[in-house]
């Protein structure tokens, strides 16, 4: 039962530098989600997509860009790494959206310096 | 605009005592609200969800929660904690279509022996 995956768990990037975050589900989930969480901040939502090829921005976009090409993958890329990027990056699936409750991935815990 | 305040950010309790954690939500429109739990270096996991019917909801391990509509509340509550409840929990509102989530800012409950 793999879930939600996320790759890699822990990266630092050096400022300017560009990453792709990786997240894949096998539960053929319609909705997928990406949050950042910061300490004492709770979740925020950075993109959202209910299904392929279909993508809209959350709370807190800037800086980052998203495709959904297949229902499986969903991954997450920041062009240009700023400091204010440090957080760690949770995806997440749901079924069917609205009221239907999210899984989560184990997360990216990513550094910027 | 939906919000969620969660006015304790820790709370430390020693083990089978009993525990509350708030959770105040604004919504101009019907929610459903949902309560997560975080465990270290882990992504978070559905501890309960409210979507209609009965106020009052239950969880496997021992947790409810109540809706109460008058006070835009669903505060968390366990008569007697274990250790193993130590943990992070958010709440979360979803007022939107496409199921997302507003979380707040997380209790970091402490249990101690």
């Known amino acids: 039962n793999a879930g939600v995956t996320q790759t890699p768990k822990f990266r630092i990037l050096k400022i300017g530098q560009s990453m792709t975050l990786q997240c894949t589900q096998d539960?053929?989930?319609?909705?997928m989600y990406w949050y950042r969480q910061d300490p004492g901040m709770g979740l925020k939502l950075i993109y959202y997509s209910v299904g392929a090829g279909i993508t809209d921005k959350g709370e807190v976009p800037n800086g980052y860009n998203v495709s959904r090409s297949t229902t499986e993958d969903f991954p997450l890329r920041l062009e240009l790494a700023a400091p204010s990027q440090t957080s760690v990056y949770f995806c997440?699936?749901?079924?069917?959206?609205?009221?239907?409750?999210?899984?989560f991935g184990n997360g990216t815990r990513l550094t910027v310096t | 605009a939906q919000s969620v305040t969660q006015l304790d950010s820790q709370v430390p309790v020693f083990e089978e005592a009993p525990v509350e954690l708030r959770c105040n939500y604004s919504?101009?429109?019907?929610?459903?609200l949902f309560w997560y739990v975080q465990y270290p270096n882990q992504g978070l996991q559905l501890l309960l969800k409210?979507?209609?019917?009965?106020?009052l909801v239950e969880s496997i391990n021992g947790f409810e929660a109540e809706f109460n509509k008058s006070q835009t509340s669903f505060h968390l509550r366990k008569p007697s904690v274990h250790i193993s409840d130590t943990a992070e929990y958010f709440c979360a509102v979803d007022s939107t279509s496409y199921g997302k989530l507003t979380f707040g800012q997380g209790t970091i409950l402490t249990v101690h022996p």
């Open positions: 997440a699936s749901s079924y069917e959206g609205e009221g239907s409750p999210l899984h």
């Open positions: 919504s101009s429109v019907s929610v459903y």
């Open positions: 539960m053929n989930h319609n909705y």
């Open positions: 409210y979507l209609s019917g009965s106020t």
